[in-house]
């Protein structure tokens, strides 16, 4: 009943006689007998060695806009009190203590994680989620507690959850982040661990990722990601792809699940080989890794035209110049391109926007412009936002943009804009800005903004305002190394997507590799294949053997290949 806040997901309901557990309809519209309750999980966490990380209402569901009053909230935080004791308490005196002894567990399950909520987000989260951390910390201080960014990988409820963190990090020691998108963004998006902050207690842990298919090239992509969250495991210390198990002809989405079953039969999805490979050749530390692509040349440098824009707001904008090292640019009224407004340019080059459009550029294209500092006078003259201004511009949909006096007047940033759609997120060092940036109307603003072969920077009146770093670009072949302590092997993952054999030249440091001889695993194929209950091996891993390996060697990866290779040090620890 998603009106009665009781037929939330209780704990207390799921453990006892199968028969007394009350069944319940969930959010996501699946009905639940809780057959499989908290208890059943904890024992099957111990079969396999896992380690649980049960998660618990926060007393506040966004999804149906209720919230339980903060004087009612303590009977929620004893719920989250009463499962840590259930789950590793040794007073026998405890009546949850009790109750796992009377369900056949003498011996706690010595439970190190919780999270408290799911896919939550805003100050209604917050302020309750604080009351739980402190009553949890204070009395079991060796819990990690697990609280969340909400649905999105960037946005609003991403940099609210992350600056509360950051501000309150003794009381979360993980943010538990969930996005599915798709799988070109997975290869886009390799690096975004590479500039989170290091210097904070609130570690990542990525509790539902996958892309929107389980097609090879689905698969792929994720793998390409997966290097990035390995390489940058400091930050992510946890990751789990979701979702895990889906019947067929029984799911309320069409995005991508690990394992297909029916009544009888299952199937084994490209993405849950991707997976199965990762977790199965994981290592003690990352090792630096250099990668070549012989005979590719490639140069990710900032670089593009210029631009101006307006958000809901009637701006302009004039003294426009370009300085490059050896020119100076002035733009014709002629060369101007523009979209999505009420533009228009006089004889005096200056430009005006007096719609209420939102995302309104015109823009200079100039694709091999690098290395130069964008001048200009810009006013707003009414609207309830700035102005922008573009740089790094191929055309009206794919540019970085500063937005000065964005955010509802209130601060300045750079955005990625690609493909029209903007991207942000608050916890990456990247980002650099003052915060409080506001303007006037009817007054001219000096702006200034510097592009670097890789940086941002942007002046309001000679005031530094806000500045952009552009994180290392990876692909189209993507890796990722480690050391294994145990085998003494050092593991290279290599994710080749472009559609034709690659020649690569590998550098790995650390361990001396002291064998020619590696194992190599090996995914490959056309990107459009899926295993179906038809053709359960269309995608599978193989097994080959490299022969000339070494900390520097060639590796001729396959067209559309996820390769692992195991290079022998002869340290083995076994």
Known sequence: NSNDRNSMYRWKNTIGAVTDRPSRRNNWRYNQSLGLGYFEYFQFCEDIGAKPLPVLPAGYNPHMEQAVPLDEIQEWIDDALDLIEFANGTDESNEWVQKRIQMGHKEPFNMKYIGIGNEQYGDIYFERYEEFAKQIHEKYPDINLVTTSGTASSGSSNEFAWNWANEHEELADRMDEHY???????????????????????????????????????????????????????????????????????????????????????????????????????????????????????????????????????????????????????????????????????????????????????????????????????????????????VAADDALNYYRVNIGGWGNTTAKVQHIVNGVSSSSGNVAEQSYVGNVHINDNEWYDVTVEVTDDEIKAYLNDEFICSYKKPKEYGPVYSSSVYDEETGDIIVKVVNTMDSDVNIGMNVSGETVTSNIAKTTVMSGDTNLENSLDNKNAILPKEIELTNASNNFTYNAPADSFSIIRLKTGNSGS
Not at 274 to 303: C, R, W
Not at 306 to 316: F, I, L, P, Q, R
Not at 337 to 346: K, P, R, Y
């Open 180 to 390: 599915y998108e798709t799988a070109d963004w997975f290869r886009q998006h390799a690096y975004r661990y590479d500039n989170y902050r290091r210097d904070t207690n609130t570690k990542v842990f990525l509790g539902e990722y996958a892309s929107k298919g389980n097609a090879w090239y689905n698969a792929l992509s994720e793998a390409a990601f997966m290097t990035g969250i390995e390489r940058n495991a400091d930050v992510v210390r946890m990751a789990s792809y979701a979702p895990m198990f889906a019947k067929y002809g029984n799911t309320q989405w069409s995005a991508a699940d690990m394992i297909w079953f029916n009544n009888s039969d299952y199937v084994l999805t490209p993405n849950y080989y991707v997976q199965s490979l990762f977790s199965n050749n994981q290592g003690d530390y990352s090792l630096p890794t250099e990668v070549k692509l012989n005979g590719i040349e490639k140069d990710g440098a900032l670089q593009g035209g210029v631009a101006v824009g307006s958000w809901g707001t009637h701006n302009e904008f004039k003294d426009i110049e370009v300085k490059t090292e050896n020119s100076t640019v002035t733009v014709d009224k002629s060369e101007w391109e523009t979209t999505n407004g009420d533009w228009s340019i006089d004889d005096k080059g200056v430009i005006s926007q007096m719609s209420d459009n939102t995302g309104a550029v015109c823009y200079y294209a100039s694709p091999d412009m690098r290395n130069y500092t964008l001048s200009l006078k810009a006013r707003k003259l009414s609207g309830g936002e700035g102005f922008q201004i573009g």
